[in-house]
């Protein structure tokens, strides 16, 4: 039966696509769902880094003196 998620169609260096094969073997999973699960991994990472850069920017403009108590909040 034909799945209905969206595909993608990958072309990968002879290097890579061993060694996304060699851990999709030992993890006893697809390729294709490894590859899925690395894909996941680096966007968690990706969003990780923007968050931590966006809390960076933030962090240059905080002022003690202008933040909210913990009272005012809850």
Not at 5 to 20: A, G, H
Not at 31 to 38: E, T
Request: glycine residues 2%; aromatic residues 6%.
């Amino acid at each position: 039966m034909p799945t209905t998620k969206p595909r993608i169609n990958i072309i990968l260096e002879e290097p890579l696509y061993k060694t996304v094969e060699k851990l999709a073997k030992r993890d006893g999973m697809s390729l294709s769902l490894k590859a899925r699960d690395l894909i996941k991994e680096a966007l968690e990472i990706q969003e990780d880094i923007a968050l931590s850069s966006f809390a960076e920017e933030r962090e240059k403009t905080f002022r003690k003196s202008k933040a909210l108590k913990h009272d005012e909040v809850w």
